[in-house]
């Protein structure tokens, strides 16, 4: 089972930046396809960005252009880097392979001011 480390969120006003990490206890090399969600308050957690083991990207409509998800394989992390931050981008922040659903991390706080 992999753990997973999420780090990087904070408190940033709109039109700044953040890069979110997603430490994983074991290799990720051979996870195809690996993603980062988001939960608002009082609403579903929702999947924002996935990347394959290829290099290839999918993004929700809210967020394409703004944010940017890579892996790094052999250090077995995940990253965000969102840019032009918004109100509505405030939320937990989650890391998890969309195919396999590993157990939960704790997640890393990213709110945005206006």
């Known amino acids: 089972q992999v753990q997973l480390v999420e780090s990087g969120g904070g408190l940033v006003q709109a039109g700044g930046s953040l890069r979110l990490s997603c430490a994983a206890s074991g290799s990720i090399f051979s996870i195809n396809a690996m993603g980062w969600y988001r939960q608002a308050p009082g609403k579903q957690r929702e999947l924002v960005a996935t990347?394959?083991?290829?290099?290839?990207?999918r993004y929700i409509d809210s967020v394409k252009g703004r944010f940017t998800i890579s892996r790094d394989n052999a250090k077995n992390t995940v990253y965000l880097q969102m840019n032009s931050l918004k109100p509505e981008d405030t939320a937990v922040y989650y890391c998890n392979a969309p195919e396999i659903l590993f157990s939960w991390g704790q997640g890393t706080q990213v709110t945005v001011s206006s």
């Open positions: 990347i394959i083991s290829g290099g290839n990207a």
